[in-house]
């Protein structure tokens, strides 16, 4: 357990302390590549900072003492976050973790959930994934078909997930499951926690293009659990992976740290003035253009992290700073290619291979965490009121559909 602080600190000393610990752990992260392809390492390297950050008493600093936080408010939150932001992000593997699963378990778990899970998740002894996509259903996941079942004290879950997240690596999964198919299709969904070693539950990696195996199809047969593991309520799922789904944005879209960043701006132009091409005026605009595109999208996300810190669950408008994350991410692959010249179809080396493996690796940008369209649709109809996508399927109960294998 931490050396928890009892009272809040002074607000200087304790930045102080944040920047004293950033320095002397925020290092050694320049892993990737082949390297390290299922970023073992990478998650070896958070694992060690994680710790030594509950053991400084920096861990979980808004969640509540007793379940492994420092009972703090946020805007110590909001101090941590600029202080990191100057540093190598070495909590990256964290982020289903951190910005997803323990705000759902601080919010929807029980008691007994909460005394049980969150402690080790803050100090990252347990990583979490999630598990909410299926071959059928992604865009449209309340499509999904895997079956949880009640059996006395059990629930029985059947069904694949695909595209999960660290799933080989991961201690826990936030699953949902379809728990009622005779009612419509978000009526019918509930959130439960599974322990990844319970029997019956098969991962197997999915390899990227661009060399990484961070990804997984994740099998359940016959995997029964406690009914505790239920989070929430019995088919109130939609509303919390709605929820959960907009975690996630913000984590994707907004990072783990604050204050204006220019880090791809940066990048680029060191990388321009190393190849001499620096003083080109068309490059020159186009870094320029990356630079205010990065800054726009730190505004963004600096006025999310504040409307969480005043309270807020976040909304909607976590579409936008994601949005916008993938257009920057898509607009800097063209002008590295650019820059790097032939030597961006090089794989090895110093030759371009960074950046090419980096143009590979953005794809997934826009489709991650809900694709360029889906965020457009809900900036659309949420954050601009226009109106809703027809629904075709409202009202009719979920086993009627014609969805994923269910053809009847
Ligand atoms: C790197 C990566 C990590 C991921 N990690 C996880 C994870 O940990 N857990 C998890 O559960 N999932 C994860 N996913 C899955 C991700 O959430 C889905 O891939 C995503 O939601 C899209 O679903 P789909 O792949 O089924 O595409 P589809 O939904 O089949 O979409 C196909 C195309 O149709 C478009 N489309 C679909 N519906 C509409 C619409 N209504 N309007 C306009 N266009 C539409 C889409 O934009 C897309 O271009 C991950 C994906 C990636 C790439």
Redesign the pocket.
Known sequence: MSDAVSTAPDKDEFRARCRAFLDEHAVGMNLGGDADAGGTRRLEAGRKFQAALADAGLAGLTYPLEYGGQGLDKTYEKIWREEYANYPNMTFEFT?SHGMCLPMLAEYGTDEQKAKYLADNIRGDKLW?????????????ASLQMKAERDGDTWVLNGQ???????HVSDYGVVIARTDPEVPKHAGISMFVVPMDTPGIEVRPIH?IDGGR??NEVFFTDVSIPAENLLGEVNNGWNMATAMLMYERVAIGSGSTSGIQHERADALIEEAKKRGLIDDPTLRQKLMRIYAMETCQSLVSMRTRAEMQAGKTPGPGGSIGKLAGTMIMNYVRDVSMEIVGAGGVAWEGESGGGWARAALTG????????????Q??IIGDRVLGLPR?ISVDKGVPFKDLKVGTQTS
């Open positions: 289903i994934c999630q598990m909410f996509s299926e071959p059928g259903a992604g865009s449209d996941v997930k695909v595209w999960t997240t660290l799933a990227q961070h990804f794809l997934q940008g826009g489709i991650a965490g809900g694709t360029n369209e889906i457009k649709n996508d």
